[in-house]
């Protein structure tokens, strides 16, 4: 096992990432940029290295300082949590070029996943159904016009290198066409440096749900079963529950045997994400993720396992020691990603957090970096916190959630946690029939 780890991110998630390494005996290493001296990950892990000024560019994704705070303090492993480097197939080669391990698939799977014609292309292969569209990128747009008379409009034009939502964009009709082609790519070549683009049709009132795969250097591969996150804005995750309150254990199997299959077959390793839309009952797959996903905690709830301790004993050679027969759900989870935002207008909120009060009790989680007197800067990410609450049912985790949120005190700036408690509050969340253009109205009506 590893002695010492560094972790190559900040916030909530290399606060989890620390957490699972001290429970493990491993020492680790914070990196941190100037903004960032005094944050909780630089507070609580066993070292820490400054790797540059505030903006993401010259710290979190500067790669040889990474590498040289890595080799300085003599660390064994690389964990890239969430965002920045963490699905960069170029970094984790360069990890393990300088003797390191990444904790994280091979470069060649990030790669191939990142692409997300490359990763359509491979579940093709696979037999794992897709959304339908154009066969790869769109060489102009009279092409992306022939594939929408034919698969008929609404359809949606994408980015390759898409992530976070962006270089997205639908068309409803061939009058659409034209500028959504324009605008996808002038969007993906500014967010991505890419302007290749595909074409899927639009689904007009589907749920996203992804399953969380595991898969050691044996050949050995386990899925953890479903998230639904189908409570988005612009394409984001607001909300997350495990299961899905429209899954049946039949459906979790089916899908879960082909994957775990799929992924067999291409000897994928390490912690992976498939995300899928659902739509009247059936899967289509839309992207693959490489890495730890925002929203694990909820699968670490409902199956009993530590996915961080599960990476890191993985990338050093353990095999899993279970199979999927030995996997199974208990009761229900919930998130809420609390950010640092106007509950109404989501004008971000960074500033001084006067009083900071998390929630407990029974089956009450926080995954937070927050304390009483941090100071959110304003260059990165708005997630603040992640209340996470498990229960034996979904009728009870909301109950819980409601309870939990109510308890929650984060003074000095704004955050969602009104809009949360909004949704929790809400009739037809509760009933659990709600699609990914759910809560988008939500919002609007509380917009008046
Ligand atoms: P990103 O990598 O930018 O997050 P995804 O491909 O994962 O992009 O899609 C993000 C979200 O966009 C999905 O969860 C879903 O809400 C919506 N979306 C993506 N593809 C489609 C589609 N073909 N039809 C309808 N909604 C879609």
């Known amino acids: 096992m590893f002695g010492k780890v560094l972790i190559a991110n900040r916030g909530e998630i290399a606060l989890r990432v620390h957490r699972a390494c001290q429970e493990m005996g491993i020492r680790t290493v914070a990196v941190h940029s100037t903004a ?81 014609i490359a990763a359509k292309d491979a579940m093709r292969r696979l037999d794992v159904p897709l959304v339908p569209g154009s066969p790869g990128a769109l060489d102009s747009l009279d092409e992306a016009r022939a594939i929408a008379e034919q698969i008929m409009y609404p359809v ?62 044996h050949g050995n591969v386990v899925h953890f079963g479903e998230r639904d996150c189908s409570l988005q804005r612009r394409h984001q995750k607001l909300v997350e529950e495990a299961g899905s309150p429209v899954l049946t254990a039949a459906d ?77 759900f208990n009761g229900h989870a919930i998130e809420c990603r609390i950010t640092a935002e106007d509950p109404e207008t989501f004008a971000p909120s960074p500033g001084r957090v006067n009083t900071y009060h998390a929630p407990g009790g029974l089956g009450v989680r926080v995954d937070s970096a927050l304390y009483s007197g941090y100071t959110v800067p304003p260059h990165y990410d708005s997630l603040v916190a992640k209340l996470i609450v498990h229960a034996p049912s979904r009728p009870e985790a909301i109950a819980r959630m409601r309870r939990a949120l109510n308890e929650m005190v984060v003074a000095g700036i704004r955050t969602t946690l009104p809009l949360h408690q909004a949704v929790m509050d809400d009739a037809e969340f509760q009933s659990g029939d709600y699609t990914i253009h759910w809560l988008e109205r939500f919002v609007a009506s509380r917009q008046g």
């Open 156 to 217: 949606l034009i994408k980015a390759a290198a898409g992530g976070g939502g962006r270089g997205m964009k639908v068309a409803r009709d061939a009058s659409e066409i034209e500028e959504a082609w324009r605008v996808a790519r002038t969007e993906a070549k500014s967010a991505f440096g890419d302007d290749s683009v595909y074409l899927e049709k639009y689904l007009d009132r589907p749920r996203h749900i992804e399953l969380q795969v595991l898969a050691d250097n």
């Open 252 to 328: 979790r199997e089916a899908l879960g045997a082909r994957v775990t299959a799929g992924l067999s077959k291409i000897g994928y390793r390490n912690a992976g994400t498939l995300e899928f839309l659902w739509q009247d009952g059936q899967f289509a797959f839309i992207e693959m993720n490489t890495r730890l996903q925002v929203e694990h905690p909820v699968t670490e709830m409902v199956a009993g396992i530590d996915l961080v301790k599960e990476q890191i004993r993985i990338a050093a050679g353990e095999p899993l020691g279970y199979t999927q027969t030995d996997i199974r």
């Open 36 to 116: 960032d001296a005094t944050a909780m990950h630089v507070r609580l892990a066993d070292e820490s290295v400054c790797i540059g000024p505030p903006p993401a560019r010259d710290s979190y994704l500067n790669v040889a300082a990474i590498l040289s705070a890595a080799t300085i303090t003599g660390a064994d492993a690389v964990h890239p949590g969430y965002g920045f480097l963490s699905e960069n197939a170029r970094f984790a080669e360069m990890v393990e070029a300088h003797g390191l391990k990444f904790i994280g698939p091979s470069p060649d799977h990030i790669r191939m996943m990142g692409d997300k």
